[in-house]
């Protein structure tokens, strides 16, 4: 098993930045394929970015495309997403998420192990 905790949401004002990270447990963390989704109350989870299992590659949504970095050190067995020029819209309880996929996928059910989540608020 493993266990994920997320941790750096807050309040941000708009176009500024945030980074989150999130801590795996265990000794097999460089086995799993790693992902970060966001929800607000009243809709689905969302895909935000994934990495490989590598790292080697990644993915994101087009909604947060070339402004959110998605980033491992499997040495540390941590993931982070770097955030930068925040949009109200982002404002969401973000989720850290591990899955055995050998490839990067976006949905949620693909992904075995969640963290708690970490919100993040954006002020316009």
């Known amino acids: 098993q493993v266990q994920l905790v997320e941790s750096g949401g807050g309040l941000v004002q708009a176009g500024g930045s945030l980074r989150l990270s999130c801590a795996a447990s265990?000794?097999?963390?460089?086995?799993?394929?790693m992902g970060w989704f966001r929800r607000v109350p009243g809709k689905e989870r969302e895909f935000v970015a994934g990495i490989s299992r590598s790292g080697g590659s990644t993915y994101y949504s087009d909604s947060v495309k070339g402004r959110f970095t998605i980033s491992r050190d499997n040495a540390k067995n941590t993931v982070s997403l770097q955030m930068n020029s925040l949009k109200p819209e982002d404002t969401a309880v973000y989720y850290c998420?591990?899955?055995?996929?050998?490839?990067?996928?976006?949905?949620?059910?693909?992904?075995?192990?969640w963290g708690q989540g970490t919100q993040v608020t954006v002020s316009s």
């Open positions: 998420a591990a899955g055995t996929s050998i490839v990067v996928v976006t949905t949620s059910h693909e992904y075995d192990y």
């Open positions: 265990g000794r097999t963390f460089s086995r799993y394929t």
